[in-house]
């Protein structure tokens, strides 16, 4: 029988205890420093939202609708679930337009949600003055967080977990890179198969002990409990007055009024306070005053009603404003549920069910990459860091999430060698997966601080601007950040032919995009990986993915003789692509660059410095990689800059990207798509045993049933993802990625749409779709091919 620890007695270590003993036959045992709930679920302000920003994260929420009335008639005890329905109020056009796309994921998965006038947000007293439009969720509701844990720790303990309370943990135990158990402060040690980090804001130090990042920080959160409100309506619907930061919930005829702080004071967890349960902060006027404010001008009848308590307690927010859920990738058979950015007992039953049936089956139930602990930079979780990322971090909570917007603290965590150089070019700087990256290049100051928007984006002419040198010239990206690995051994072709899908068995020299799938036949890795030599291979993955795919990398590498380096941060890599790449790359090198045929790669001397040219391309022109050592990398920019090329940024980048069709892992891509349905079949070779390969040669029998498409639409409405794809007014799919093609103008979208068996592409683009973006429906086409260049000739020329 496997043992189990969770360390953490609150709302998600009790969650997972409780699913824990009905998934798995395994000994489950919580170990709570203090008493159950002591630390932040006691006293969470108990809002259910079932409705999120995103497909996943709104199946993860909607579970407790189901649980939480569930556990009530299991256990016998009230939890206070309550639906109150609720109301999310924008002040703002731009929010309308946020809340329009929210609102039609969540009558995509069933929810009633519907986008209203002020006239018809139907609560008795509010002065809704400003406020242009609401989404009402009809689902909303309330539970009482104690009652709730309760609920869990009694049904967990009668199926047969033990609870453990005053039961401090010193520090996890490791075996090399796997977790055996946990250390106690009183020096006993409880051994475990896996143990499942679930302690919020003391979850950190834990971690950072076992070489584990984890990047949350605890801060002081507030909110106040008025005294009691005649004639409020009972229930009293949650409101959320986004533009002002505020929410507002009724509790037994009182309200809860609270909100996401800007600079949010930081708060040491091991401090001198760090151990009291059941902790208050101090009241702070000076920091919830214009939430107060924001309230008084929302419910003027507050005026005449008084405090009846003042509550600022510790919560744990992460540096991203997204949870951290899943094993980590540094060390295997650790699990953590942790960062929940207080709504942490809403999502304990979501959160609680998936974390059990990943331990219990080695794999997630759904895609969690969005919220995957494995997606964590190590650099992100030093203390400095992450305390100044909570200057914007809460508030981010709340905030207008803008399309493309970029962080302001906390910046520069990661920049490549050649960094300066690219400032010096104009670089507006941007994250891209915790790096530094050119977004666009600006000629000069009015190009660089340009406004966020719903609609077209201020910097897409520069994009076409830069992406149009390509036609005759020369560009160069910035690819420093793309994932790079060594795999090398006498087992290493025998280890990437079992990963891959494409045949690895090639010539020395060649490189190869493929797959890398789970035993589902899910799409783990979207992977170049070029032969260096009869032993030697290097794999390259997106600069996102570069922590989880170390771990597949390694956990998969068990048994065979082989040796995984990361290189990443060894060499810049330059994109040198258009169609005069060639002749600069003659004139600055005495290569043979006419016979370097596409996908092949070679040792190369650039403006006198090694490289490695590899011929391939993601904006789909001629062009070739050179990856060249820190130390040589800036006389081989500039020698490329003196020679005539120019700058092209990310946005661009991106823009072309998908003007050939081309995939990106992590929108388009993922754990549960296949290749087949992805439209990569041409990526695998059915001669050859790999991983997956006995779930896709099922799925090629039987037919697919989904197809990843991509389509022109029509009106150039801004496509992010998760746009409802429509046939003959019903939801067939969802877009995964979208952008406005540079080149071509069009505005286009990868989306996954369900078909008939059968159905081939010519019979799928023979159909009659539409797109619903932030509350228009806008005309569709699905494209056989790739509008720009779709035969490859300029990129294999």
């Known amino acids: 029988m496997q043992k189990i620890v969770i360390i953490g007695g609150g709302a998600l270590g009790l969650s997972l205890a409780y699913h824990l003993t009905r998934a798995s036959s395994a000994s489950v045992t919580v170990l709570e420093r203090n008493t159950l709930t002591s630390g932040t679920s006691w006293h969470a302000a108990g809002i259910v939202g079932p409705l999120r920003a995103t497909p996943n994260m709104t199946r993860l929420a909607m579970y407790a609708g189901e649980l939480f009335p569930r556990l009530e008639a299991e256990s016998g005890m009230k939890t ?51 406020v242009i439009g609401a989404m009402r969720v009809e689902e909303d509701a309330n539970v009482n967080p104690v009652d709730l844990c309760m609920a869990y720790a009694r049904l967990a303990r009668a199926a047969g977990a033990e609870i453990r309370e005053n039961a401090p943990v010193a520090r996890l135990a490791t075996d090399g890179r796997r977790v055996c158990g946990v250390v106690m402060e009183d020096g006993t040690r409880i051994s475990a198969d896996m143990v499942a980090l679930c302690a919020g804001a003391w979850s950190k130090r834990l971690a950072d002990q076992a070489g584990v990042p984890l990047p949350l920080q605890a801060v002081e959160h507030m909110y106040v409990v008025t005294e009691a409100m005649t004639g409020m309506p009972h229930p009293f619907p949650v409101l959320r007055d986004l533009d002002r930061g505020i929410y507002v919930k009724g509790d037994a005829g009182k309200l809860v009024i609270g909100g996401f702080e800007p600079r949010a004071k930081c708060w040491d967890a091991h401090g001198p306070e760090g151990d009291r349960p059941f902790l208050e902060l101090p009241e702070d006027w000076d920091q919830f005053t214009p939430f107060m404010e924001a309230a008084l001008a929302l419910i003027p009848g507050l005026e005449r009603i008084g405090i009846q308590h003042f509550m600022n307690g510790p919560e744990s927010f992460t540096v991203d404003s997204r949870p951290l859920i899943g094993e980590s990738p540094a060390l295997d058979g650790l699990f953590v549920a942790a960062g929940m950015n207080s709504v942490g007992v809403m999502s304990s039953a979501g959160v609680g069910r998936v974390l059990a049936d990943w331990m219990r089956d080695g794999h997630a139930p759904m895609d969690m990459w969005e919220v995957d602990i494995a997606r964590v930079d190590p650099l992100a979780a030093a203390d400095a860091h992450v305390q100044a990322r909570m200057a914007e971090a809460v508030e981010d909570v709340f905030a207008l999430h803008w399309p493309f917007k970029q962080p302001k603290a906390g910046r520069g965590l990661r920049r490549s060698a050649l960094h300066d150089r690219w400032a010096r070019q104009g670089a507006v700087f941007g994250l891209t997966a915790g790096w530094e990256r050119g977004l666009w290049y600006a000629q000069d100051a009015s190009e660089r601080d340009l406004p966020y928007s719903v609609g077209a984006q201020a910097w897409y002419p520069i994009a076409r601007r830069e992406a149009s040198v390509m036609a005759d010239g020369v560009t160069l990206l910035d690819l420093a950040p793309f994932a790079k690995f060594e795999i090398h051994g006498a087992d290493a072709l025998a280890f990437v032919q079992h990963l891959a899908t494409a045949n690895m068995d090639v010539a020395v020299g060649r490189a190869v ?83 370097f045929p596409f996908s092949t790669a070679r040792a190369v001397t650039v403006a006198g410095q090694a490289c490695m040219a590899t011929r391939v391309s993601f904006v789909g022109e001629l062009g070739w990689e050179l990856s060249i050592p820190v130390e040589g990398a800036g006389p081989v920019f500039d020698a490329l800059i003196g020679a005539g090329g120019r700058p092209m940024g990310h946005h661009a980048l991106d823009a072309c990207r998908i003007e050939k069709g081309f995939r990106h892992m992590g929108h388009d891509l993922g754990p549960d798509i296949t290749p087949l349905e992805a439209g990569l079949g041409f990526a695998i070779d059915w001669s050859k045993d790999f991983i997956g390969r006995s779930a896709l040669e099922a799925q090629r029998a039987q037919g697919i049933r989904r197809r990843l498409v991509l389509f022109d639409v029509e009106g150039h409405p801004l496509i992010l993802h998760d746009e409802p794809i429509r046939e003959a007014g019903k939801v067939v799919g969802l877009t995964t990625s979208g952008a406005r093609g540079a080149r071509s103008g069009l505005t286009l979208a990868l989306g996954l749409v369900g078909i008939a068996p059968g159905e081939t592409l010519a019979q799928t683009c023979a159909r009659r779709f539409q797109i619903e973006v932030a509350g228009r429906i806008y005309p569709a086409k699905a494209l056989p091919r790739p509008p720009y260049d779709p035969s490859g000739e300029r990129m294999k020329a």
Request: glycine share 14%; proline share 1%.
């Open 80 to 130: 206070g679930y309550r639906r109150t329905g609720g109301y999310w109020l924008a002040r703002d056009p731009a929010r309308m337009d946020e809340l329009h796309r929210i609102a039609a994921l969540g009558r995509h998965f069933g929810l009633t949600s519907s986008i209203v006038g002020p006239d018809a947000v139907a609560v008795q007293g509010l002065d809704l003055s400003g």
């Open 513 to 595: 995009y493929t797959a890398l799938l789970n035993d589902r036949g899910g799409i783990e890795g979207d992977v170049t990986i070029l032969r260096r030599g009869r032993d030697q291979f290097r794999l390259t993955s997106g600069a996102a993915t570069r922590w989880r795919d170390a771990a597949w990398l390694r956990r998969h590498a068990a048994g065979h003789r082989v040796s995984i380096e990361d290189v990443t941060e060894t060499e810049a890599v330059i994109g040198v692509m258009g169609a005069g790449t060639r002749a600069i790359l003659a004139g600055l090198s005495a290569d043979d660059w006419q016979d």
